[in-house]
Nanobody, 117 residues
């Protein structure tokens, strides 16, 4: 079974920073595009950032310039550095990876980020 584990969420004041991590393990051998998504209560899950195997990145307009996505292909990990956090960033953050061999996306369990003073 494939497992994705997110970590690094928590409570932070507006203007603060957090770094989220995602680690893949289990029965996955070829990882394609990796991405971060978030879902606030009562809202649809949205794409925050994505990164290809070659390191090309895309960001949602709402986080561009504040968030940075990165990956370590050897370690099968991904991070999201979040700076200048705003209350609007409050959400459960999920990582997603593409299982190339099985042509599917795999989701992590999510980690809660709360931005409040």
């Amino acid at each position: 079974q494939v497992q994705l584990v997110e970590s690094g969420g928590g409570l932070v004041q507006p203007g603060g920073s957090l770094r989220l991590s995602c680690a893949a393990s289990g029965n996955i051998f070829s990882i394609g595009t990796m991405s971060w998504h978030r879902q606030a209560p009562g809202k649809e899950r949205e794409l925050v950032a994505r990164i290809t195997t070659g390191g090309d990145t895309n960001y949602a307009d709402s986080v561009k310039g504040r968030f940075t996505i990165s990956r370590d292909n050897a370690k099968k990990t991904m991070t999201l550095q979040m700076n200048n956090l705003k209350p609007e960033d409050t959400a459960v953050y999920y990582c997603r990876v593409v299982d190339v061999d099985n042509y599917r996306g795999v989701w992590g369990q999510g980690t809660l980020v709360t931005v409040s003073s």
